[in-house]
């Protein structure tokens, strides 16, 4: 069945950059939406991203905006988030999520989710 796995989380300075990805095993169709998502324990879960896989289509949070950019390979069903300017309030677990459908939003449900990779800015 379908899974997704997040890597290229760690620690970085401020200032600095990260590439995270998220790839989608297990999945034959090739049209889907996934967004990126982050959350720090006892706070909201926050949408940082996404992303549509027939259009290219994308989101991005205000906090994030100028900083981050979200691509994808559509053949190789895997999204990559490059996080450049990183600041301490970036520092979060980061999770991947797909939807079936050629729409994305942080507001709109997702069928399927990753574990998570930790980002943690700090001097």
């Known amino acids: 069945q379908l899974q997704l796995v997040e890597s290229g989380g760690g620690l970085v300075q401020p200032g600095g950059s990260l590439r995270l990805s998220c790839l989608a095993s297990?999945?034959?169709?090739?049209?889907?939406?996934i967004g990126w998502f982050r959350q720090v324990p006892g706070k909201e879960r926050e949408g940082v991203s996404c992303?549509?896989?027939?259009?290219?289509?994308?989101y991005y949070a205000d906090s994030v905006k100028g900083r981050f950019t979200i691509s994808r390979d559509v053949a190789k069903k895997t999204v990559h988030l490059r996080m450049n300017s990183l600041k301490p309030e970036d520092t979060a677990v980061y999770y991947c999520?797909?939807?079936?459908?050629?729409?994305?939003?942080?507001?709109?449900?997702?069928?399927?989710w990753g574990q998570g990779t930790q980002v943690t800015v700090s001097s």
């Open positions: 999520a797909l939807r079936r459908s050629w729409f994305c939003g942080p507001s709109l449900p997702y069928d399927y």
């Open positions: 992303i549509v896989s027939s259009d290219e289509s994308t």
């Open positions: 297990g999945f034959t169709s090739d049209y889907f939406a």
